[in-house]
């Protein structure tokens, strides 16, 4: 899984090495920053130079693991890391874990072959895993050994919180207190909590998503991606709005919902976590 960032460009008139935008460091929030667009020399000669700066945030090569599975805890985004990974995005993380039930099975499984045969071969997933459910408190230690160990690897959290500004806030100021590099919000989460007005609930809603956005970047000190949902008539309309509400970049895209399929003899979609057992088993 990666994670592409679309960059905010302001005033370019032409593609130039160097493209003005505006940056909310820590190193300076508000002042005027550069994205190179180009790559450098290699520091060894003959080895090529990956490396590449997002709004402010030096990485040795564009390959940015999603928030999912592989940014689940410190074992795996020290894996990532030590992997060569550019940078992680962690496993999107909220105030409150112990609200967030997870179930299984999660994962539907797609074959090769006519009508979904069982034999055939694996060749697709859909997942309806919903975010950490692990202790914030533990995911906030596992980002600030991270960062103490890996002090010039980016660490990115993802965060997703309910419809409440103050609950928005003690989270931003929480999870900066650990050192990640940016903040990622998931407003994209097909089956995040929309009954909490949650994930993709937020990022389906252009008037929700402009208010969010305002207390989220009037409170971050860090850079600050939006995570789309592909779920919408037309991407451009949130992305576009995030941007104006101050956010540095969108990522692009959350999971395109899907039906894998029907068990034909439950008649119920899969997969199914309601007792029933995959038709397959
Ligand atoms: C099992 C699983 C868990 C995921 N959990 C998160 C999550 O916690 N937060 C998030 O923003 N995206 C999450 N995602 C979405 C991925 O980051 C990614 O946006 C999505 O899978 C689409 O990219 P892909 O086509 O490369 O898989 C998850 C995806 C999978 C498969």
């Not at 409440?164 to 994209?188: C, H, M, P, Y």
């Not at 402009?210 to 451009?236: H, Q, R, Y």
Request: charged share 20%; proline share 5%; aromatic share 6%.
């Amino acid at each position: 899984m990666a994670s592409l960032s679309l960059t905010q460009i302001r005033g370019s008139n032409s593609v130039t090495e160097f493209t003005r935008l505006r940056l909310k460091t820590q190193r300076g929030r508000g002042k005027t920053g550069f994205l190179k667009v180009v790559g450098s020399q290699g520091q060894n000669q003959g080895e090529p130079d990956l490396s590449v700066t997002v709004n402010g945030l030096h990485m040795p090569n564009p390959f940015v693991i999603g928030s999912g599975p592989p940014g689940t805890n410190y074992t795996v985004m020290k894996r990532a890391f030590d992997e060569g990974w550019g940078a992680v995005i962690a496993k999107t993380v909220s105030l409150d874990a112990a609200k967030v039930i997870n179930v299984t099975p999660r994962y539907a499984r797609l074959r090769a072959g006519a009508n979904g045969s069982a034999k055939g071969q694996i060749i697709g997933w859909e997942n309806i895993e919903l975010i950490s459910d692990r202790p914030l408190e533990t995911m906030l230690k596992e980002f600030k050994q991270l960062k103490e160990e890996y002090p010039d690897r980016i660490l990115i959290a993802s965060i997703m919180e309910e419809y409440n500004k103050a609950a928005w806030e003690e989270l931003i100021d929480r999870v900066e207190q650990t050192g990640i590099d940016a903040l990622e919000i998931n407003f994209s989460c097909p089956h995040g909590m929309p009954e909490r007005k949650m994930g993709a609930a937020v990022g389906q809603d252009c008037a929700l998503l402009e208010e969010v956005c305002g207390w989220i970047n009037a409170k971050a000190t860090v850079p600050v991606w939006a995570k789309m949902t592909p779920n919408i008539t037309d991407i451009t309309q949130p992305a576009r709005v995030s941007l104006k509400s101050g956010c540095e970049g969108v990522a692009a895209i959350n999971t395109i919902m899907s039906v894998m399929g029907i068990n034909l003899k439950t008649l119920r979609p899969e997969p199914c976590v309601e007792g029933f057992v995959l038709a397959e088993k």
